[in-house]
């Protein structure tokens, strides 16, 4: 059955078309930089916001219809695969992303949620086997039911932390038969409310305990693609343990976890930290753990993660300057934690944000690209080290001078004037703007 038939396949159309449902800058195939540009973004559909967000907010009800024609749950979770399938296919969308209960709803007992999750991912790979399509990553909804309103492995409850093991175990096992390349550990309630009730030290000494428990049963499971910690500061709880990349990574290297993660990091939960997109992400680089990519975008007026689609093309330059000065994508990709507006509820809506997002994200890859390759910022940075390339700098890097040492040069050079040179903030950012707008 098709869903949305008086939709096609999307076509590139090129910047000058005025077709709503075509491309204007992602062209699938187009290499660029030795490979298809599908290839270097690696786009990704979000099965809970895509499949399962109806617009339901905490002021009203749903206003898109995602049953897709089914009531009953095992049928409509059925029903959900064939039109994401649809979806991704007509979008050019080579990946998606999913938690446990996106795919399949709880059935009562863990059991019976376990055999009707295995039907789901049966029919799912049998979809992939038939179009080529893949599993980023998976993870599981360890922050839903009731039996996690105090966290999952945070919870004060050990049954909870059992329950919540078994849970990502089913999870890790269904996101390696669907050939996942990722999975993700989101705080989901990881976090408190207030210190009057909560024992900080056990809590964070658990959830180590149960990402090494996970990691060493994927490992054992032949998962062997990336373990990611997916860093916000706050929402559901006030503290989330996973605030930040450099906070994560201070958890990771005490609890002797950093070897087997690295981040998947979200563009609205940079800037609810009060970072931006691109801190995060070189945060990520420079210290080796970059990984995958949630993209969407928050409005600096709300002060909630409200998932939009990402449109912000000074945003999603800055993104694939650091994708690419990472490496690019390995096993992550970009995963569209994204929803339409309430107000956007109608069929179309799913095509015409899909195609906004994946649009500013292949204009930003142009961009950054042209960026690097104009290298007038690159340059900019590289002179403004140069004192560390020779002379005392040189000395320092190598660790061949003593704080008397330091001493000395300072005393002999008198006040320092002539290594000081201007940051030429503004001078950068229309280097920016100018390479943006000539594209
Ligand atoms: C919520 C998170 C969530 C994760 C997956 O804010 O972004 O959607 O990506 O659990
Ligand atoms: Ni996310
Ligand atoms: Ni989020």
New binding site residues.
């Given amino acids: 059955m098709e869903f949305f038939s008086n939709i096609g396949k999307i076509p590139y159309e090129g910047k000058d078309s005025t077709n709503p449902l075509a491309f204007k800058y992602y062209n699938p195939d187009e290499v660029i930089a030795g490979k298809p540009m599908r290839e270097h973004l690696k786009f990704a559909l ?1 099965w ?2 895509t499949m399962g967000g109806d617009g339901t907010d905490m002021f009203g009800c749903g206003t898109a219809d995602k049953t897709w024609g089914e009531s009953a749950p095992e049928a409509r979770a059925k029903a959900k695969v064939d039109a994401a399938f649809e979806i991704m296919q007509k979008l050019s969308i080579d990946y998606f ?1 999913f ?1 446990d209960r996106d795919l399949s709803p709880e059935y009562g007992s863990l059991a019976a949620s376990n055999a009707e999750l295995d039907k789901v991912t049966d029919y799912i790979k049998a979809k992939q086997d038939e179009t080529g399509l893949k599993c980023l990553w998976g ?1 599981a ?1 360890c ?1 839903d039911h009731p039996r996690f309103m105090h966290g999952a492995g945070t919870s004060p409850s050990a049954d909870v932390f059992a329950f919540s093991a078994a849970q990502i175990k089913k999870a890790l096992e269904s996101t390696v038969k669907l050939g996942g390349t990722g999975y ?1 550990f ?1 705080g ?1 309630r990881e976090g408190y409310e207030t210190l009057l009730n909560t024992n900080m030290g056990i809590e964070l000494d658990n959830m180590a305990r149960l990402m090494r428990l996970a990691v060493d049963y994927g490992r054992k499971i032949g998962f062997k693609g990336d373990f990611y910690i ?1 860093p ?1 500061p706050k ?1 559901p709880t006030k503290h989330q343990y996973d605030f930040d990349t450099a906070t994560v990574l201070g958890f990771l290297r005490k609890y002797g976890l950093d070897k087997d993660f690295k981040m ?1 990091i ?1 563009a ?2 940079a800037t609810l930290a009060q970072h931006t997109f691109q801190h995060e992400l070189a945060t990520a680089r420079v210290n080796g753990v970059f990984g995958s990519i ?1 993209a969407n975008q928050g409005d600096p007026l709300l002060g909630w ?1 409200t ?1 939009q689609f990402p449109t912000n093309v000074y945003d999603t330059t800055m993104c694939m300057y650091e994708v690419i000065k990472a490496g690019g994508f390995t096993n992550g990709g970009l ?1 569209f ?1 994204a929803k339409a507006r309430r107000g956007s509820f109608t069929p179309e809506d799913i095509f015409y944000s899909y195609i906004a997002g994946m649009d500013a994200f292949a204009l930003g890859f142009r961009a950054a690209l042209k960026l690097i390759e104009d290298g007038r910022i690159d340059k900019f940075i590289e002179d403004r080290y140069a004192s560390w390339n020779t002379g005392i700098g040189k000395d320092i890097v190598d660790g061949k001078v003593t704080m008397e040492d330091l001493e000395k040069y300072a005393l002999s050079k008198g006040e320092v004037t002539d290594s000081l040179s201007s940051g030429r903030q503004e001078m950068l950012e229309s280097i920016v703007n100018n390479v943006l707008f000539s594209l």
Wanted: aromatic residues 14%; contains cysteine; glycine residues 4%.
């Fill in positions: 979000s809970w916001h992303c938690h993870t909804k922050f993700v989101w989901g997916e916000k929402e998947n979200e609205n939960h949630d993660d998932d995963n934690d």
